[in-house]
């Protein structure tokens, strides 16, 4: 059971717009600790996707936008690609784990 | 161009040791905090262990703390991790990753680059 909750699966059609959630608590994303977003395309290492909740590395295009809110965060999509199908993980830091950096379980998202 | 290259993975039986190794380049090696994160056979991520740019800060996850040791030499532009009393649920893909700038807490900072991983299976 992961510390921060996201939707195991998703899925969109070429062009539509998705959005994954990442569900945390008090402990973190609530904190105020900022959430960053990685892209692990089949079988390679993934790759920092979007960082400090809503900031794009350099090469990632301006579909893939982030948000925070409360104790959650958003990854958004748009003008899905075939591409774009990847597993997708949120992650924060945990000040009730004594130190730990927190990874969601991962959302699976396929292109229809 | 930032290049993370591990090494060092293998078969080893459980109760066993093993070192990993991780060799950096493009970029300042001796500026950047480091992290080692796995991932098991069909699983999600999990920060394993994280160390500063001096050595000076170290910091592990419950699931390896008095198992694994990370350490690093910054002549040899080299990441380590130590892991002992290895167990069947330690078995996983281990990457190496890039920290923060000059990164002391070892908290906020993302991962912001990674190598492609070396393979820890355990069993007897």
């Known amino acids: 059971q992961s510390i921060l909750t996201q939707p195991p699966s998703m899925s969109g059609a070429p062009g539509q717009r998705v959005t994954i959630s990442c569900t945390g608590n008090t402990s973190n994303i609530g904190a105020g600790s900022d959430v960053h977003w990685y892209q692990q395309l089949p079988g390679t290492a993934p790759k920092l996707l979007i960082y400090?909740?809503?900031n794009r590395p350099s090469g990632v295009p301006d579909r893939f936008s982030g948000s925070k809110s409360g104790t959650s965060a958003s990854l958004a999509i748009t003008g899905l690609q075939p591409e774009d199908e990847a597993d997708y993980y949120c992650q924060s830091y945990d000040s009730s784990l004594r130190g730990s950096k927190v990874f969601g379980g991962g959302t699976r998202l396929t292109v229809l | 161009e930032v290049q993370l290259v591990e090494s060092g993975g293998g078969l080893v039986q459980p109760g066993r040791s093993l070192r990993l190794s991780c060799v950096a380049s493009g970029f300042r090696f001796d500026e950047y905090s480091m992290h080692w994160v796995r991932q098991a056979p069909g699983k999600g991520l999990e920060w394993v262990s994280g160390?500063?740019?001096?050595?000076?800060?170290?910091a592990y996850a419950d699931s390896v703390k008095g198992r694994f040791t990370i350490s690093r030499d910054n002549a040899k532009r080299s990441l380590y991790l130590q892991m002992t009393s290895l167990r069947v649920d330690d078995m996983a893909l281990y990457y190496c990753t890039k920290g923060g700038y000059f990164d002391w807490f070892l908290q906020t900072d993302p991962f912001y680059n990674w190598g492609q991983g070396t393979m820890v299976t355990v069993s007897s």
């Open positions: 400090d909740n809503n």
């Open positions: 160390i500063s740019w001096n050595s000076g800060s170290v």
